[in-house]
Each structure stands twice: as structure tokens, then as C-alpha cells.
């Protein structure tokens, strides 16, 4: 779900955004510079611990080495 935002900037960078990133990008652009930053430390941690769930890690592999088996199956 997205949520509208109203942020205050200065009228040249207002308007370097629209000329170097072209109205109706900006607002994409902004979230994908700002993700790392408030998002990173939880999905790292999500991440480690589902790393350690080993028979999820199991079943992940045989899925994929399934999964690898199907695609090289297929005709090119």
C-alpha cells in the first residue's frame, strides 16, 4: 500500500527533479533512494534468520535444484 507524502525542497532542486528525472518519476526516484536507508537493517535481520532455519533451507534448495531441472528441460 502507498501513502502520499508531502515534503518541502528547495525551488531549484524542485526543478532539477523535474528536468533531470521528468515529471511523474519523482516520486519513484525518491523511494528507491531512500529504501536502503529505513528499510536495510530489517530485512537483514529477516534475512539471517531465515538463513538459519535449516529445513527451510533444505526445502528451498531442493525446490530450486527442481525448479533449475524443469528450465533446462524446455526447448530453447
Partial sequence: MQK???ITIDEK??????QV????HISRFIED???PHV????????YEQMGR????EAEAL???ETTLGDVSDDAQ
Fill in 4 to 6: 502520499k507524502l508531502t
Fill in 13 to 18: 532542486v524542485y526543478a532539477g527533479l523535474h
Fill in 21 to 24: 528525472i521528468g515529471r511523474g
Fill in 33 to 35: 533512494l531512500l529504501r
Fill in 39 to 46: 528499510l536495510s537493517q530489517n530485512l537483514e535481520a529477516a
Fill in 53 to 56: 532455519d535449516e529445513s527451510r
Fill in 62 to 64: 531442493e525446490w530450486s
